[in-house]
């Protein structure tokens, strides 16, 4: 059995990696932090100061802040970086698999971006915004469905990890993964805006439960063990998938670089 231990000091030097570009990403913020702005604004403008206004704030921003987490994850759990410059064959030596070491490297990135990245925009729109705090009762609903949504990102972002072992080049699947995760996700745009039928088509598909689900759970408006069954239906489904064909795919591999 693999010591869990030697996982976490993979997420902590990736931590520590994302750490050395703090400045460079404390710009980023002030960026996500003008997007988000401007697309509240636009919301209000639509919504007015009303309830339902108010309501789209507090949606917008959570997701605002939630993306960091569920959607701007490294290119492919850094695969395709390493399939570059060849040292992914230098990860098939270590005494862990790809996708357990792909996965807590990835948590060592999440965890930054929680702290220096998410933190910051939620503060800034509860302070600045008006963005409501959930219920006491819906803090841990929503950091539940929040990790659950994560672990169904990183499993997805994995899968254009797993192309680029096959097919070297990311660009094309990298571009169909963001257009997915955008318009299925309801990352920018809450989905009970959209016609009924694409609804019912878009929950049936995993990106509803990365960031819109929580962020309905943060506001009380989607049933807890509903979301985690689904999540956890699609996370067992999707990790089998991303087991089975890392076995397939590592077998024999083409790499570039070294």
């Avoid at 990245?117 to 705090?133: A, E």
Wanted: aromatic share 18%.
């Amino acid at each position: 059995m693999i010591d869990i231990f030697r996982g976490l000091e993979l997420a902590k030097k990736s931590f520590e990696r994302d750490r050395v570009y703090l400045l460079n990403h404390i710009v980023n913020n002030i960026g996500s932090i003008i997007f988000g702005y401007i697309n509240v604004r636009i919301w209000l403008a639509v919504l007015g100061n009303t309830n339902e206004g108010m309501e789209a704030v507090t949606y917008l921003m959570v997701n605002q802040a939630g993306l960091w987490l569920v959607m701007f994850l490294p290119y492919g759990c850094y695969i395709p970086q390493k399939v570059r410059d060849g040292s992914i064959a230098f990860e098939m030596l270590r005494p862990y698999g790809l996708l357990y070491g792909s996965f807590f490297e990835v948590l060592g990135h999440i965890a930054y971006n929680f702290l220096f990245r998410t933190l910051p925009i939620l503060l800034f729109g509860v302070l600045i915004m008006g963005v409501s705090l959930p219920s006491i009762y819906q803090i841990l609903p929503y950091l539940s469905t929040l990790f659950n949504g994560i672990l169904l990102s990183f499993l997805i972002n994995y899968f254009v990890g797993l192309w680029s072992i096959k097919f070297l080049s990311i660009n094309g699947v990298q571009m169909l993964y963001y257009f997915a995760s955008t318009l299925f996700s309801g990352a920018f745009i809450n989905l009970k805006y959209y016609p009924e039928f694409f609804q019912r088509i878009i929950m049936k598909l995993p990106f509803a439960y990365t960031s819109y689900v929580p962020t309905a759970v943060y506001q009380g408006q989607f049933d807890l063990l509903k979301a985690c069954i689904t999540q956890w239906m699609w996370i067992i489904c999707l990790f089998s998938i991303a087991y089975l064909l890392t076995a397939k795919l590592t077998k024999k591999m083409t790499v570039q670089g070294g």
